[in-house]
């Protein structure tokens, strides 16, 4: 069963992404993050334990619980386990 996209209904695939956050003026950047993207309109999917594992760092970037503004993929299951 091939996924659509729930923006254009166009197919998505498995790809890396980056995804850049501006917070208070920062930018905190996010590279190769798992996700489907939409080979139509580019729309990207990345699932609800990413998503979650995103918030968290969020959060603690927010109240400068962490100095660091750029992680890869990688670190993101290691920081989240680790500000859990």
Known sequence: MTLKCP???GQLK???IREDVWIDG???VIDNLPAKVC???GESIVDYNTMKKIEKII???KHKEIA???FTAYEIDAMATALA
Do not use: A, Y
Request: positive net charge; aromatic residues 6%; glycine residues 6%.
């Open 7 to 9: 923006v254009c209904g």
């Open 14 to 16: 498995k790809d890396k």
């Open 26 to 28: 920062e930018l905190l």
């Open 39 to 41: 080979l139509h309109c």
């Open 59 to 61: 959060q603690k970037f």
């Open 68 to 70: 660091s503004t750029k």
